[in-house]
């Protein structure tokens, strides 16, 4: 949330000679509109001893700079919703003993039988599930059940998007056609039709650096780890930045600890594996999940299964990483401390009592005081000194590679996949609008893409408004691959796919205000 404030003329003459051209042009008005992050940042680059500026300064000690807000976790979504249909759904007969009873061997310990993608056994019973099944599905006829496909929101790169896609297509909705006299069915009622489609990526020299742009990105950002875990390994100290990692047997943060203390064990973890490249997604279409259908095209609701590990993230075992450490430490050290290096018995390191945070923020309006922020103020006792530093031998856990391991098994119990909701745009038949269309998002920057924090101003509108993504999420622009599927699929014709974020609403003209038109 950010503060506005109308500046006179005195303050905005300073900030017209700081700021953009379109800010000069509407500094023309009597007074302009500026947010208190940006008087934040021209306040910071003032000269001190200004006596207009001066007085403005502790309004906006607080204000939080410009950055990117992600969108909601589907990772945490996603086992949310898998660690429900454990609990909650029983598993399937051919599990059970002649009996009626489970059987001894549990049932959740009998996968995965295989490490292969949309494969049978690489489903847990009681996945997978038929597509489009209800939300409000209540197997149990209890109020809390549910089941839900989440939206997918987030920004994927370019080169992380799957390179086949195989569309489920009982409707022939395929062919862009209106279909008015098939009756809309449950999906278990049609015969599965199945076309390979292929990624159809755009050629132009611009797109190409966008594609760039986003690998380099990617492995700026898996370099970065690396680098911040050799700076710590090289000067374990409290000044350096520290990587993911932990505490070995942390002390209980208490008044008591604050003093001298002896360098603690500090487990540093390994680099996280980079997102693996999406060879093969499937895509459900139904024609009972229209979204709208226009001049150009037709828009549907889809079920996009892709690989688990494309948005979730892979785990690390604390419980293997500390007898890791243990291991490594009795090695080092000896079974009883008895060839441990005397430095690590040194008091070379203390514990402080630190507070951070802000006061709270006040503004009146007229007789009446409101608190714009709460304070923020907190307590903290920080280590400050050399760390013991050690590099834990323990790899992230992935399925895909190897099942999990003992600790983690037992209430990770998940299929290979997951699915997620996307709209899927197919055109009409010589209409270049939806390839037009997917060449565009293929060009557009990354921060068209990004949700920001705060507010803007856009001309001639005089209201502020939140500072969201400019377009839909993008997904891949596919064709249907005709040398892998049947002769039949020559003599007709089937619709390019664009995939996008399914957000936003349809337009109704007799709705919208002034400040829509």
């Known amino acids: 949330m950010s503060d506005f404030y109308y500046l006179e003329p005195a303050v905005r003459t300073d900030l017209e000679k700081k700021f953009s051209p379109s800010l000069r042009k509407a500094a023309i008005k009597s007074r302009v509109l500026v947010t208190a992050s940006m008087l934040r940042d021209f306040l910071a680059s003032c000269k001190e001893g200004n006596v207009i500026i001066g007085p403005y300064s502790r309004f906006f000690q607080g204000e939080d700079g410009r950055h990117c807000v992600p969108v909601y976790s589907l990772d945490s979504l996603l086992r949310e919703n898998e660690r429900w249909i454990v609990s909650n759904i029983m598993p399937p007969k051919r599990l059970r003993d002649s009996n009626g009873g489970v059987p001894n061997t549990s049932w959740k310990m009998l996968w995965p039988s295989s490490s292969k993608l949309f494969t049978p056994t690489a489903y847990p019973p009681p996945w997978p599930f038929e597509p489009f099944l209800k939300d409000d599905w209540h197997p149990q006829e209890k109020f809390s059940n549910f089941f839900h496909t989440p939206t997918l929101q987030q920004y994927i790169p370019r080169h992380l998007l799957p390179k086949t896609l195989v569309v489920h297509d009982p409707w022939g909705l395929l062919c862009a ?81 604050c003093g001298p203390a002896k360098p603690p064990v500090y487990i540093v973890f390994p680099p996280k594996p980079p997102q693996p490249v999406a060879e093969v997604a ?99 006792i920080e280590y400050v000194g050399p760390y013991r530093a050690i590099q834990t031998k323990v790899e992230y856990q992935n399925l895909e590679r190897a099942p999990y391991c ?25 209409d270049p609008q939806l390839a037009n269309e997917a060449k565009n998002y293929q060009l557009f920057p990354k921060h068209f893409f990004e949700h920001h924090n ?25 064709q249907i691959d005709r040398a892998n599927s049947p002769e039949s699929v020559d003599a007709l014709y089937y619709s390019p796919i664009l995939l996008v974020e399914e957000c936003g609403e349809s337009v109704d003209p007799h709705k919208l205000n002034a400040d829509d038109l």
């Open 282 to 380: 499937h895509l459900y279409l139904s024609k009972g999940s229209t979204l709208g259908a226009g001049n150009h095209s037709f828009v549907y609701s889809a079920e996009f299964e892709i690989p688990r590990s494309l948005v979730v993230d892979e785990l690390l075992c604390k419980e293997c990483v500390m007898n890791d450490v243990k291991h490594i430490l009795e090695e080092q050290d000896g079974k009883h401390g008895e060839t441990r290096n005397a430095k690590w018995n040194d008091l070379c390191g203390r514990y402080v009592l630190k507070v951070r945070g802000n006061p709270a923020r006040m503004r009146r309006f007229g007789e009446q005081e409101y608190e714009i922020s709460s304070d923020t103020h907190e307590t903290k």
């Open 406 to 430: 003992e600790h983690l098994c037992k209430d990770n119990v998940h299929p290979l996949t997951v699915k997620t909701r996307v709209a899927a745009k197919l055109s009409l038949k010589h």
């Open 177 to 257: 056609t209106n279909a008015r006299g098939e009756r809309v069915c449950e999906w278990v009622e049609k015969d599965d039709v199945v076309h390979i489609y292929k990624l159809h990526p755009n050629t132009h020299p611009d797109a190409r650096a966008r594609y760039n742009e986003d690998l380099e990105e990617f492995e700026a950002q898996l370099n970065e780890e690396k680098v911040k875990i050799d700076a710590f390994l090289a000067n374990p100290h409290s000044h350096t930045p520290l990587p993911d990692g932990m505490l070995y047997k942390p002390l209980q943060a208490t008044r008591d600890v």
């Open 454 to 478: 705060g507010f803007t101003v856009i001309e001639p509108f005089k209201n502020p408004i939140p500072t969201g993504a400019i377009v839909p999420q993008f997904y891949g622009h596919y």
